[in-house]
Nanobody, 127 residues
């Protein structure tokens, strides 16, 4: 089982940028795809991005495509989410998660396709 801890959230003005990090402990980090999800108050947890175990394949939700970039450094057991051109509607708690390795990787993945989760980091974008 991998343990995940997110960091890098905060308050930013619309149009600004943030980079989230997710540090993993455990031996399985390098073997599985990793994803980012977000959950705004009163809404369901939604898929943001996913990256394959090698980093060679990435998929994004339409709402963040072209603005967010997911990456990973397997030597550091860390996955990142670079967020540019932030909008107030990006305000949410952001979670990283490790794929269960069962579902086909893509933008239609849901939270049920992921097992281990971090506690989340708050991102607030002011208008």
């Amino acid at each position: 089982q991998v343990q995940l801890v997110e960091s890098g959230g905060g308050l930013v003005q619309a149009g600004g940028s943030l980079r989230l990090s997710c540090a993993a402990s455990g031996r399985t980090f390098r073997s599985y795809a990793m994803g980012w999800f977000r959950q705004a108050p009163g809404k369901e947890r939604e898929f943001v991005a996913v990256i394959s175990w090698s980093g060679g394949n990435t998929y994004y939700a339409d709402s963040v495509k072209g603005r967010f970039t997911i990456s990973r450094d397997n030597a550091k057991n860390t996955v990142y989410l670079r967020m540019n051109s932030l909008k107030p509607e990006d305000t949410a708690v952001y979670y990283c998660a490790q794929s269960l390795g069962i579902a086909t990787m893509g933008a239609t993945m849901t939270h049920t396709d992921f097992g281990s989760w971090g506690p989340g980091t708050q991102v607030t974008v002011s208008s």
